[in-house]
DNA sequence: ATGCGGACCTGTTAGC
DNA sequence: TGCTAACAGGTCCGCA
Protein backbone atom coordinates (compact mmCIF):
# COMPACT_ATOMS: atom_id res chain seq x y z
CA UNK A 1 0.00 0.00 0.00
CA UNK A 2 0.81 3.52 1.20
CA UNK A 3 2.93 6.23 0.23
CA UNK A 4 1.02 9.35 0.66
CA UNK A 5 -0.79 9.50 -2.20
CA UNK A 6 -2.33 6.68 -1.42
CA UNK A 7 -3.45 7.42 2.09
CA UNK A 8 -4.54 10.94 0.54
CA UNK A 9 -6.53 9.31 -1.86
CA UNK A 10 -7.86 7.28 0.56
CA UNK A 11 -8.93 9.89 2.74
CA UNK A 12 -10.45 11.82 -0.13
CA UNK A 13 -12.19 8.57 -1.57
CA UNK A 14 -13.58 7.49 2.02
CA UNK A 15 -15.06 11.17 3.14
CA UNK A 16 -17.74 11.58 1.60
CA UNK A 17 -19.10 8.84 3.01
CA UNK A 18 -18.34 9.32 6.41
CA UNK A 19 -19.42 13.16 6.48
CA UNK A 20 -22.50 13.31 8.92
CA UNK A 21 -22.54 10.11 10.07
CA UNK A 22 -22.48 7.97 13.24
CA UNK A 23 -20.66 5.24 13.85
CA UNK A 24 -23.52 2.32 14.56
CA UNK A 25 -21.03 -0.53 15.53
CA UNK A 26 -17.27 -1.67 14.83
CA UNK A 27 -16.87 -5.52 14.24
CA UNK A 28 -13.82 -6.32 14.99
CA UNK A 29 -12.53 -10.02 13.55
CA UNK A 30 -8.94 -10.13 14.38
CA UNK A 31 -7.54 -7.34 16.71
CA UNK A 32 -3.72 -8.58 16.36
CA UNK A 33 -2.50 -5.41 13.87
CA UNK A 34 0.47 -3.55 14.99
CA UNK A 35 -0.56 -2.97 18.16
CA UNK A 36 -3.73 -5.20 19.30
CA UNK A 37 -7.03 -3.02 18.85
CA UNK A 38 -8.58 -2.16 21.89
CA UNK A 39 -10.39 -4.80 22.99
CA UNK A 40 -13.39 -2.09 24.43
CA UNK A 41 -13.45 -0.05 20.80
CA UNK A 42 -16.66 -1.13 20.10
CA UNK A 43 -18.02 0.51 23.35
CA UNK A 44 -15.86 3.99 22.97
CA UNK A 45 -17.57 4.51 19.51
CA UNK A 46 -20.53 2.91 18.86
CA UNK A 47 -23.35 5.93 18.50
CA UNK A 48 -20.51 8.46 18.40
CA UNK A 49 -21.56 11.44 15.82
CA UNK A 50 -18.19 11.82 13.14
CA UNK A 51 -16.93 15.51 13.62
CA UNK A 52 -14.57 15.63 10.88
CA UNK A 53 -11.95 13.15 8.82
CA UNK A 54 -7.84 14.07 8.69
CA UNK A 55 -4.57 13.53 8.24
CA UNK A 56 -1.32 14.29 9.98
CA UNK A 57 1.63 11.92 8.19
CA UNK A 58 0.13 8.73 7.01
CA UNK A 59 -1.79 8.49 10.10
CA UNK A 60 -5.67 8.84 9.25
CA UNK A 61 -7.93 10.40 11.87
CA UNK A 62 -11.34 10.46 12.08
CA UNK A 63 -12.41 12.64 14.90
CA UNK A 64 -15.57 11.68 16.86
CA UNK A 65 -17.79 13.52 19.85
CA UNK A 66 -15.77 11.90 22.29
CA UNK A 67 -12.58 11.13 21.09
CA UNK A 68 -10.32 10.18 17.43
CA UNK A 69 -10.04 6.84 15.85
CA UNK A 70 -5.90 6.18 14.74
CA UNK A 71 -5.57 4.78 11.33
CA UNK A 72 -2.65 3.54 10.02
CA UNK A 73 -2.30 1.09 6.90
CA UNK A 74 0.89 0.31 7.49
CA UNK A 75 2.87 -1.90 4.07
CA UNK A 76 -0.49 -3.42 3.27
CA UNK A 77 -3.43 -2.09 4.71
CA UNK A 78 -6.33 -0.74 2.84
CA UNK A 79 -9.80 1.34 3.54
CA UNK A 80 -12.81 0.41 1.37
CA UNK A 81 -16.60 1.58 1.91
CA UNK A 82 -18.86 -0.92 1.28
CA UNK A 83 -22.24 -2.33 1.69
CA UNK A 84 -23.36 -5.61 4.03
CA UNK A 85 -23.59 -7.12 1.10
CA UNK A 86 -20.21 -7.80 -0.11
CA UNK A 87 -18.84 -10.95 2.05
CA UNK A 88 -16.39 -10.03 4.30
CA UNK A 89 -12.47 -11.66 2.96
CA UNK A 90 -9.51 -13.55 4.83
CA UNK A 91 -7.93 -10.42 5.95
CA UNK A 92 -11.10 -8.28 6.30
CA UNK A 93 -9.98 -7.10 10.37
CA UNK A 94 -12.52 -4.80 10.98
CA UNK A 95 -15.86 -3.26 9.59
CA UNK A 96 -16.95 0.22 10.96
CA UNK A 97 -20.93 0.25 10.31
CA UNK A 98 -22.25 3.49 9.83
CA UNK A 99 -25.45 4.96 10.13
CA UNK A 100 -25.90 5.58 6.17
CA UNK A 101 -25.78 1.46 6.35
CA UNK A 102 -22.32 1.33 4.60
CA UNK A 103 -19.56 0.15 6.00
CA UNK A 104 -15.88 1.32 6.25
CA UNK A 105 -13.90 -2.23 5.83
CA UNK A 106 -10.31 -1.89 6.72
CA UNK A 107 -8.33 -4.67 5.06
CA UNK A 108 -4.39 -5.71 6.00
CA UNK A 109 -2.74 -8.93 4.86
CA UNK A 110 0.69 -8.35 6.85
CA UNK A 111 -0.87 -6.41 9.74
CA UNK A 112 1.54 -3.69 9.93
CA UNK A 113 -1.51 -0.91 10.06
CA UNK A 114 -2.98 0.23 13.26
CA UNK A 115 -6.32 0.98 14.63
CA UNK A 116 -6.27 3.10 17.64
CA UNK A 117 -8.63 5.57 20.22
CA UNK A 118 -7.84 7.90 21.89
CA UNK A 119 -9.99 10.61 23.78
CA UNK A 120 -7.54 13.21 24.03
CA UNK A 121 -5.59 15.31 21.30
CA UNK A 122 -4.55 12.96 18.60
CA UNK A 123 -1.49 15.29 17.94
CA UNK A 124 -0.10 14.86 21.56
CA UNK A 125 -0.23 10.77 20.95
CA UNK A 126 2.89 9.19 21.49
CA UNK A 127 2.75 8.35 18.01
CA UNK A 128 2.14 11.39 16.73
CA UNK A 129 3.77 14.33 19.09
CA UNK A 130 7.57 13.82 17.23
CA UNK A 131 6.42 13.50 13.55
CA UNK A 132 8.33 16.44 11.65
CA UNK A 133 6.50 19.22 9.09
CA UNK A 134 3.74 17.94 6.42
CA UNK A 135 5.90 18.35 3.08
CA UNK A 136 3.43 20.14 1.16
CA UNK A 137 3.22 22.74 4.01
CA UNK A 138 4.75 26.10 4.28
CA UNK A 139 6.95 24.71 7.19
CA UNK A 140 8.79 21.99 5.22
CA UNK A 141 11.45 24.30 3.06
CA UNK A 142 15.36 24.17 2.82
CA UNK A 143 16.40 25.47 5.56
CA UNK A 144 14.40 23.67 7.61
CA UNK A 145 16.50 20.43 6.04
CA UNK A 146 19.69 21.91 6.46
CA UNK A 147 19.66 22.54 9.90
CA UNK A 148 18.22 19.65 10.94
CA UNK A 149 21.19 17.40 8.95
CA UNK A 150 23.71 19.45 10.28
CA UNK A 151 26.71 17.63 11.32
CA UNK A 152 24.59 14.32 10.89
CA UNK A 153 26.24 11.65 8.65
CA UNK A 154 22.49 9.45 8.01
CA UNK A 155 22.71 8.85 4.46
CA UNK A 156 20.44 11.34 3.00
CA UNK A 157 17.66 8.99 2.06
CA UNK A 158 17.49 7.35 5.51
CA UNK A 159 17.00 10.93 6.62
CA UNK A 160 14.13 11.87 4.30
CA UNK A 161 12.22 8.88 5.14
CA UNK A 162 12.55 9.81 8.47
CA UNK A 163 9.28 10.57 10.37
CA UNK A 164 10.72 12.43 13.32
CA UNK A 165 12.42 14.87 10.57
CA UNK A 166 9.49 14.90 8.09
CA UNK A 167 6.82 12.94 7.26
CA UNK A 168 4.70 11.20 4.31
CA UNK A 169 8.39 10.52 2.04
CA UNK A 170 8.20 6.64 1.71
CA UNK A 171 10.61 4.95 -0.14
CA UNK A 172 9.18 4.80 -3.39
CA UNK A 173 8.79 8.85 -3.39
CA UNK A 174 12.73 9.26 -1.72
CA UNK A 175 14.38 7.26 -4.57
CA UNK A 176 12.29 9.66 -6.69
CA UNK A 177 13.43 12.72 -4.74
CA UNK A 178 16.37 12.16 -4.68
CA UNK A 179 16.79 11.11 -8.53
CA UNK A 180 15.06 14.31 -9.94
CA UNK A 181 17.35 16.56 -7.55
CA UNK A 182 20.71 15.15 -8.04
CA UNK A 183 21.35 14.05 -5.07
CA UNK A 184 23.07 10.21 -4.31
CA UNK A 185 21.04 8.32 -1.66
CA UNK A 186 23.99 7.56 0.11
CA UNK A 187 25.38 10.99 0.80
CA UNK A 188 25.57 12.29 4.36
CA UNK A 189 22.55 14.45 5.16
CA UNK A 190 25.01 16.71 6.78
CA UNK A 191 27.37 17.40 3.65
CA UNK A 192 24.00 18.62 1.59
CA UNK A 193 23.91 22.08 0.65
CA UNK A 194 21.56 24.69 0.95
CA UNK A 195 21.28 25.01 -2.63
CA UNK A 196 20.92 21.30 -2.86
CA UNK A 197 18.38 21.22 -0.43
CA UNK A 198 16.32 23.61 -2.30
CA UNK A 199 15.80 21.47 -5.19
CA UNK A 200 15.39 18.64 -2.97
CA UNK A 201 12.43 20.25 -1.66
CA UNK A 202 11.18 21.43 -4.90
CA UNK A 203 11.36 17.63 -6.35
CA UNK A 204 9.95 16.58 -3.13
CA UNK A 205 6.59 18.92 -3.01
CA UNK A 206 6.67 18.56 -7.14
CA UNK A 207 6.80 14.73 -7.01
CA UNK A 208 4.18 14.40 -4.12
CA UNK A 209 1.77 16.72 -5.61
CA UNK A 210 2.02 15.00 -9.13
CA UNK A 211 1.59 11.78 -7.29
CA UNK A 212 -1.45 12.80 -5.31
CA UNK A 213 -3.39 14.03 -8.77
CA UNK A 214 -2.89 10.88 -10.39
CA UNK A 215 -4.36 9.41 -6.92
CA UNK A 216 -1.63 7.35 -6.33
CA UNK A 217 0.82 4.82 -7.32
CA UNK A 218 -0.56 1.23 -8.79
CA UNK A 219 1.09 -1.17 -6.84
CA UNK A 220 0.31 -5.30 -5.97
CA UNK A 221 -2.56 -4.88 -3.31
CA UNK A 222 -3.45 -1.15 -3.30
CA UNK A 223 -6.83 -0.29 -4.94
CA UNK A 224 -8.72 2.90 -4.32
CA UNK A 225 -11.52 3.34 -1.55
CA UNK A 226 -14.01 2.90 -4.58
CA UNK A 227 -12.35 -0.11 -5.66
CA UNK A 228 -10.28 1.75 -9.40
CA UNK A 229 -6.91 1.08 -9.01
CA UNK A 230 -4.28 4.38 -9.42
CA UNK A 231 -2.09 4.77 -12.27
CA UNK A 232 1.09 6.97 -11.39
CA UNK A 233 3.49 3.70 -11.61
CA UNK A 234 4.42 4.15 -15.27
CA UNK A 235 5.85 7.63 -13.90
CA UNK A 236 8.81 6.50 -12.04
CA UNK A 237 11.53 7.13 -13.28
CA UNK A 238 13.86 5.01 -10.33
CA UNK A 239 11.92 2.61 -8.48
CA UNK A 240 11.55 -0.66 -9.88
CA UNK A 241 13.94 -0.18 -12.47
CA UNK A 242 17.46 -1.27 -11.43
CA UNK A 243 18.99 -2.64 -14.11
CA UNK A 244 17.80 -0.73 -16.74
CA UNK A 245 18.52 2.45 -18.66
CA UNK A 246 18.57 5.90 -16.50
CA UNK A 247 15.52 8.00 -18.39
CA UNK A 248 18.35 11.40 -18.56
CA UNK A 249 21.70 9.21 -19.85
CA UNK A 250 21.08 5.74 -20.48
CA UNK A 251 23.15 4.34 -18.10
CA UNK A 252 22.55 1.53 -16.26
CA UNK A 253 21.05 2.38 -12.74
CA UNK A 254 22.02 0.76 -9.88
CA UNK A 255 20.04 -1.08 -7.36
CA UNK A 256 21.25 -1.47 -3.73
CA UNK A 257 20.28 -2.23 -0.28
CA UNK A 258 20.22 1.15 2.13
CA UNK A 259 18.95 0.70 5.59
CA UNK A 260 16.80 -2.21 4.66
CA UNK A 261 14.96 -0.30 1.80
CA UNK A 262 15.40 -1.08 -2.07
CA UNK A 263 17.38 1.97 -3.55
CA UNK A 264 17.40 2.56 -6.93
CA UNK A 265 20.21 5.66 -8.48
CA UNK A 266 22.57 6.53 -11.39
CA UNK A 267 25.94 6.88 -10.58
CA UNK A 268 26.07 9.50 -13.04
CA UNK A 269 23.25 11.37 -12.28
CA UNK A 270 23.37 11.35 -8.80
CA UNK A 271 26.23 12.78 -6.44
C1' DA B 1 21.73 12.13 20.82
C1' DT B 2 22.51 9.35 16.85
C1' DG B 3 22.33 5.45 13.92
C1' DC B 4 21.67 0.80 13.01
C1' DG B 5 19.29 -3.57 12.72
C1' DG B 6 15.44 -6.36 14.20
C1' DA B 7 10.75 -6.94 14.67
C1' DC B 8 5.88 -7.27 13.36
C1' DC B 9 3.00 -10.84 9.28
C1' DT B 10 1.33 -12.65 4.89
C1' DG B 11 1.54 -12.99 -0.03
C1' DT B 12 3.98 -13.01 -4.35
C1' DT B 13 7.79 -13.82 -7.13
C1' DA B 14 12.64 -15.03 -8.47
C1' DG B 15 15.73 -18.55 -8.67
C1' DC B 16 17.45 -23.13 -8.23
C1' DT C 1 6.79 -28.14 -12.21
C1' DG C 2 7.83 -27.49 -7.37
C1' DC C 3 10.09 -25.95 -3.40
C1' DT C 4 12.62 -22.26 -0.87
C1' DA C 5 14.34 -17.91 -0.06
C1' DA C 6 14.03 -13.25 -0.72
C1' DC C 7 11.43 -9.32 -0.96
C1' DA C 8 7.28 -5.97 -0.66
C1' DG C 9 4.40 0.40 0.05
C1' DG C 10 6.04 1.41 7.11
C1' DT C 11 7.92 2.64 11.31
C1' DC C 12 8.58 1.66 16.17
C1' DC C 13 11.80 0.00 19.47
C1' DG C 14 15.94 -1.55 21.76
C1' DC C 15 20.65 -1.57 21.74
C1' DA C 16 25.51 0.02 20.95
Not at 48 to 72: A, C, N, S, V
Not at 105 to 118: M, S, V
Not at 123 to 152: M, V
Amino acid sequence: MPELPEVETTLRGIKPHLEQQTICSIVVRNSSLRWPIPPNINKLMQTQPIIELTRRGKYLLIKTLDGTLILHLGMSGSLRVVTAAIPAQKHDHVDINLSNHKILRFTDPRHFGALLWTSDDPLKHTLLKDLGPEPLSQAFTAKYLFDKAKSRKMPIKSFLMNSNIVVDVGNIYANEALFAAGIHPNLAAGKISLLRYQKLVEAIKMILRAAIKKGGTTLKDFSQSDGKPGYFSQKLKVYGRGGKPCVVCGKKLEEVRLGQRTTVYCEKCQK
